[in-house]
């Protein structure tokens, strides 16, 4: 079992940046693919960046150039720096950790950004 712990989430103004936060209850170093997911208000989640083998990335064209996913198995965090934010970006972020067969959320963590 593993508790996945987000922070970093506030209210902030369009232009601003934000770091969340994952911790893992214990080593992530197994779990091939390390996600943040948001979702907003009357919206279905939906996949913002995802971390494959602690080397690959990828992206939702919405925040393709703005948002950085890393992680750091070391710490047994993954961290998602938020650039140049918009209120579209307005959510509930949530970290995900998945390995074949097995996959923990976190609680999420609220980002919300409004002039």
């Known amino acids: 079992q593993v508790q996945l712990v987000d922070s970093g989430g506030g209210l902030v103004q369009p232009g601003w940046s934000l770091r969340l936060s994952c911790a893992a209850s214990?080593?992530?170093?197994?779990?091939?693919?390390m996600a943040w997911y948001r979702q907003a208000p009357g919206k279905e989640r939906e996949l913002v960046a995802t971390?494959?083998?602690?080397?690959?990335?990828n992206y939702a064209d919405s925040v393709k150039g703005r948002f950085t996913i890393s992680r750091d198995n070391a710490k047994n965090t993954v961290y998602l720096q938020m650039n140049s934010l918009r209120p579209e970006d307005t959510a509930v972020y949530y970290c995900?950790?998945?390995?074949?067969?097995?996959?923990?959320w976190g609680q999420g963590t609220q980002v919300t950004v409004s002039s």
């Open positions: 971390c494959t083998s602690g080397v690959s990335t």
């Open positions: 995900h950790a998945l390995r074949p067969g097995l996959y923990y």
């Open positions: 214990r080593s992530i170093f197994s779990f091939n693919t």
